[in-house]
């Protein structure tokens, strides 16, 4: 099993940053891919960054390419996401989550790839 606690969220103004940081604990080694979902109500849940812990290699939706940047610490047991420029579209519930997945090449994760999940984190951006 895989725990994954989020932190980080919070408030800012439309053009603002925030940090969001997950932590892992458990079988860590129990997973190839982790990263970040977001959702808001009567919305479905979407993959937001993607980041292999084998190659590093990371992926991006389109909405957030060149804003938000994923990483992963040396350690393995934190993924970070780094979010820039905020808008009012990025307000959500940020799901850090975990797959047990293998692909062919680095692709987002899709909500049936996912074996764990964080409880979430809000973020709220103010126009």
């Known amino acids: 099993q895989v725990q994954l606690v989020e932190s980080g969220g919070g408030s800012v103004q439309a053009g603002g940053s925030l940090r969001l940081s997950c932590a892992a604990s458990?079988?860590?080694?129990?997973?190839?891919?982790w990263g970040w979902f977001r959702q808001v109500p009567g919305k479905e849940r979407e993959g937001v960054a993607t980041?292999?812990?084998?190659?590093?290699?990371?992926a991006y939706a389109d909405s957030v390419k060149g804003r938000f940047t994923i990483s992963e610490a040396n350690t393995k047991t934190t993924l970070d996401l780094q979010m820039n420029n905020l808008t009012p579209e990025d307000a959500a519930m940020y799901y850090c989550?975990?797959?047990?997945?293998?692909?062919?090449?680095?692709?987002?994760?899709?909500?049936?790839?996912?074996?764990?999940w964080g409880q979430g984190t809000q973020v709220t951006v103010s126009s």
């Open positions: 989550a975990a797959s047990r997945a293998v692909f062919g090449s680095i692709r987002s994760l899709r909500r049936d790839d996912i074996n764990y």
């Open positions: 458990g079988y860590i080694a129990g997973f190839s891919y």
């Open positions: 980041i292999s812990r084998t190659s590093g290699k990371s």
